[in-house]
C-alpha cells in the first residue's frame, strides 16, 4: 500500500538555524499538507498546497515557514530561523483528488519527523 | 471554527475489555477521521467516517452527522492498542481540526 514518507525522522538543530524537512506523498495524491503537535499537546494545521500554490494556512504559519514542491515527488516545509518553541513533530499528509474518489480530502499521514531546537 | 471535543481524556483498561471513545463536534462536517497515534508518535488511519458505520476487525466506528458526534469502538482491547486516539474534523476547507485526543492504557 502506498505511503507518505517523511526525511529525517528526528532533526537537531540550533536555535537561530533554517531547517528543510522533506516528504515525499503518496504519488497520485494533488493536495499535500503541513500539520504540527508540540510534545502533548494536540495537532495543529500548519498550510495546504495545492496546485503549486499554498490554498490555506493557520496564524501559525507565519513569514519564517515556507513550502515548495521542488520537483514532482517532493514537498518541503522550510523554517527559516528556528526558535525554542518550533520543537514539534511535524506531519506531512496528502490527499488524492474528491473529483476521483467522491471524498472531500480524506488525508494520509506521514510517521512526522521530529524536530528538536536548542 | 469549529470545536472538537473528545471524551473521556484518559482511559485505563484490562486486556480484553471493551471501550467506547466519543468525539463530539460542534458544526457540520464533511471530514471526520479518527486516527491512532502509537507510542512513537507515529498516525495511523483508522476510519474516514463522516457518516455511518464501518468496522475493521475488532475496531468499528459510527458517526451521527445530524447529532454531531461520532464513536469509535475497540473490543477485546490488546496492549497494542495503548496510545492517543485522536478525532480529527474538515468543514470543506482544506484543514483538519483535531480533538485533545483519548489517552488509551491497556495493563496486561
Known amino acids: 500500500e502506498p505511503e507518505v514518507t517523511q526525511t529525517p525522522s528526528h532533526q537537531v538543530t540550533q536555535m537561530g538555524q533554517e531547517v528543510i524537512l522533506r516528504c515525499v506523498p503518496i504519488s497520485n495524491h494533488l493536495y499535500f499538507y503541513w500539520y504540527r503537535q508540540i510534545l502533548g499537546q494536540k495537532v495543529e494545521f500548519l498550510v495546504s498546497f495545492y496546485n503549486n500554490e499554498i490554498s490555506e494556512k493557520s496564524e501559525i504559519f507565519d513569514d519564517q515557514f515556507s513550502v515548495e514542491r521542488p520537483d514532482g515527488s517532493n514537498f518541503t516545509l522550510k523554517i527559516r530561523s528556528t526558535k525554542l518553541e518550533d520543537s514539534a513533530m511535524y506531519f506531512c499528509a496528502s490527499s488524492p483528488s474528491p473529483l476521483t474518489t467522491g471524498l472531500p480530502y480524506t488525508q494520509y499521514f506521514g510517521p512526522g519527523t521530529r524536530l528538536t531546537v536548542l | 471554527g469549529i470545536q472538537v471535543e473528545q471524551s473521556p481524556p484518559d482511559l485505563i483498561l484490562q486486556e480484553g475489555a471493551n471501550s467506547t471513545l466519543r468525539c463530539n463536534f460542534s458544526?457540520?462536517?464533511?471530514?471526520l477521521q479518527w486516527f491512532h497515534q502509537n507510542p512513537w508518535g507515529q498516525l495511523i488511519n483508522l476510519f474516514y467516517i463522516p457518516s455511518g458505520t464501518k468496522q475493521n476487525g475488532r475496531l468499528s466506528a459510527t458517526t451521527v452527522a445530524t447529532e454531531r458526534y461520532s464513536l469509535l469502538y475497540i473490543s477485546s482491547s490488546q496492549t497494542t492498542d495503548s496510545g492517543v486516539y485522536f478525532c480529527?474534523?474538515?468543514?470543506?476547507?482544506?484543514?483538519?481540526?483535531w480533538g485533545a485526543g483519548t489517552k488509551l492504557i491497556i495493563k496486561p
Open positions: 480529527a474534523v474538515g468543514d470543506g476547507n482544506y484543514q483538519l481540526i
Open positions: 458544526d457540520s462536517v464533511n471530514n
